[in-house]
């Protein structure tokens, strides 16, 4: 009989769900482990085989640790709070809560049927009311700190959505999911001073398991940059404007200021003669984000027509408006310095501004083609000539504090978070306004504060959110006053409850606190989060801010939430465009002869990210009903490398379900009993060794997060024992455990027929003796004085005596140190050996 995955894989997955298998108790005299996931947000479109890639590796690592004897915490919810489940909403007239229900059950029943070990007693969602409650709380306890405020601030604002997006929301003037216009308004807005915590989310990274690339983004984000703060008198007024520089050494190569189009003054300094081009230009701005402006682009601008005057030399500088500068960063005015900055020289050369070198460039370098950006002696300079640039950045803020012209001073590219949103499907904030003015907190205990039902979820006519449709629910009383107030209409964004979701699933049933704080004490941190490259740098900042805040309060114990994390690389799948550049189906698409063809016409074909749009998206349903659960589980592991993007491809499902057949043959027989070839013998030196051998080596890869090369070990493993015409019991069990993690259903029937009563689970993982996991025969490295001159084959193992006396029988060896007088003979078992000789 061939293993039947439809049969036995709902077998084991009620078995599971029956006994709770992975149900996870607080026993706090246990090690722990707590693996996460990057929960989900259940899309109506329901999981393609991107989505289990991650959660595949992160139920590895629960499995394995749970047979390694630790308390597992490994658990699944939904953030569940989100604008498409409003915009569906808007569309259809079905509430949010009801396809988000809908879009949930789907969900978890896609990953149910990957048999992934979820304690699901700990299930939860954001949009839960007793979740809510608790993120409310935390947002009154920012609020009480001073970390919550509100202000005037530039945001992306999309009128077809009625809504305010995120910078990373929007792309080319338009939001990126509909193609809508955005444009840049000034609105009163819910703010979270994410900056006063910018030094420690800066340092605290230095002590994370992360990747170094996720830890450069973060910090890229943060943006420390110490430098001065330098007032340049207009020419006109006398009035300051006031510039920040990392590069004050510079300021005598400053020949024009650049004013981001958001900053105040924009419009007082711009002449009368410039007032039309200017606004057009500055109008033009507000339809960018910040991240595209951020980006190089063409060097566009537009001159004011009023001169500042440089406190160095006291020379005009042109005033220009260029959206490279960002209002958010430092005082949004820059001194432009063109011969040692690239982007302020595309910028000159492209307006035709002065260049003027202040740093010696070296001499195939020439300043009016090419900027020079690195250190050297400062010349035409006045006082900071012949300086070396560390020493002129200090003497320059020195010279302008002794003027009163500037002062030193720490930026950071970091600003505080803009948290509310114009959205009907998002917490509602706990807060009331009063008709004095006065903003007003809600009492802790009439929390949960939930959104009113309404039949309309667009903003209403006047612009205002959708809450502001709901007018019982608005208006309110003042419950410490008992004063007339209205309640928020703002709501708060999608990652409020994304933010500290990992808390809670250690204490999910908690109607008192947040967190238990000896549950707390024992479940942080999350020792491994796995997920998306996607949220490198902002759902990983937010979370470790409000962390921080929870730390200072005393709620957690640890300055960090996320020990080691680990970013899935995406799974990608081929599409076919024609030469319009329209997507073709798939199924319409054969080849031949070398060439991809819709009919008669020729298609290309690549590979890109699953889209419906695309016509490329895989349904793990699909793979699951033709393979099974643990041949898609096991190819998105054998596939390559975690961390690294692969094409998908069905012919490697096949592949894998081969090899899981050829398991299945080496333990039952064709009567589906246990094979008679599996027997209590005690297995040969060679078998013994490739036992260890392969334990060691899962075992390392495991704790690696080295899945593919896990995989590729055990069919090595598992082509021997096929071929045996007896197989050794205990090498036959010890390979249907190594296997569990990866196969967890294949490996649970097996175990069952092999004649043990209880789910292995919890069964004691493998161990290996050293000795044995060790090559039979290694490479050792020969070096004279320390370098490296012959390699020799030789017994693996060897003590350090022995390999001295192997290695000097060698012949080429014995050649080398003929002649030469020995000092010392250095030998490292399992290395090398060194003789240190003179002549």
Sequence with gaps: MSYDPKRIEPKWQRYWDENETFRTEDDFAKPKFYVLDMFPYPSGEGLHVGHPEGYTATDIVARYKRMRGFNVLHPMGWDAYGLPAERYAVRTGVHPSITTRTNIETFKGQIKRLGFSYDWSRELATTDPAFIRWTQWIFLKLFERGLAYQAEVAVNWCPAQGTVLANEEVKEGKYIETGEPVERRLMRQWMLKITAYADRLLADLDDLDWPEGVKAMQRNWIGRSEGAEVNFALADSGDILKVFT?????????????????????????????????????????????????????????????????????????????????????????????????????????????????????????????????????????????????????????????????????????????????????????????????????????????????????????????????????????????????????????????????????????????????????????????????HAVLHLLYARFWHKVL???????????????????????????????????????????????????????????????????????????????DSLRLYEMFMGPLDVAKPWQMSGVAGVSRFLNRVWRIVVDDEDALNAQVCDTDPTPEILRLQHKTVRSVTDDIEALRFNTAIARLMEMSNVLLSLDRKPRVAVETFVLLLAPFAPHLAEELWRLLGHKRSLAYAQWPSFDPGLAEDEVREYAVQVNGKLRHKVRADAGLSATSLLETIKTDPRVAEMLQGKHVVKEVAVPGRLVNFVVRE
């Design 246 to 534: 990392t590069r004050p050494d510079t300021l005598w190569g400053a020949t024009f200021i650049v004013l981001s189009p958001e900053h105040p003054l924009v419009m007082r300094v711009t002449t009368s003669d410039q007032h039309e081009a200017v606004k057009a230009y500055t109008d033009q701005a507000r339809t960018l984000s910040e991240v595209e402006r951020a980006e190089e682009r063409s060097s566009t601008g537009v001159f004011t027509g009023t001169f500042a005057i440089n406190p160095a030399n006291d020379v005009q500088m042109p005033i220009w408006v260029a959206d490279y500068v960002l209002m958010g960063y430092g005082t949004g005015a820059i001194m432009a310095v063109p011969g040692h900055d690239g982007r302020d020289h595309q910028f000159a050369r492209a307006n035709g501004l002065p260049i003027i070198e202040v740093i010696k460039a070296p001499a195939e370098v020439d300043i009016q083609l090419r900027p020079w950006e690195g250190d050297g002696l400062l010349v035409s300079s006045g006082p900071l000539s012949g300086l070396k640039s560390a020493e002129a950045k200090k003497a320059a803020i020195a010279w302008l504090e002794e003027r009163g012209l500037g002062k030193s001073r720490v930026q950071y590219r970091l600003r505080d978070w803009l948290f509310s949103r114009q959205r009907y499907w998002g917490e509602p904030f706990p807060i009331l306004h009063r008709a004095d003015g006065a903003i007003v907190p809600l009492p802790e205990d009439s929390l949960p504060l939930l959104a009113p039902e309404l039949d309309e979820y667009k903003p209403t006519d006047k612009g205002d959110p959708p809450l502001a449709r709901a007018e019982d629910w608005v208006h309110t009383t003042d419950p410490h006053s008992q004063l007339p107030a209205m309640r928020e209409t703002n709501t708060m964004p999608q990652w409020a409850g994304s933010c500290w979701y990992y808390l809670r699933f250690a204490d999910p049933k908690n109607d008192y606190a947040l967190i238990d704080p000896a549950k707390e004490k024992y479940w942080l941190p999350v020792d491994l989060y796995i997920g998306g490259a996607e």
């Design 551 to 629: 730390f200072d309060m005393g709620v957690v114990s640890t300055k960090e939430p996320f020990h080691k994390l680990f970013n899935q690389g995406m799974i990608l799948a081929f599409s076919y465009r024609d030469h319009a550049g329209k997507y073709c189906r798939p199924d319409e698409v054969i080849e031949r002869d070398g060439q991809w063809l819709v009919g008669q016409a020729q298609v290309t074909q690549q590979i890109e990210k699953m889209s419906k749009s695309r016509f490329n998206v895989v349904n793990p349903d699909e793979v699951i009903d033709a393979y099974g659960a």
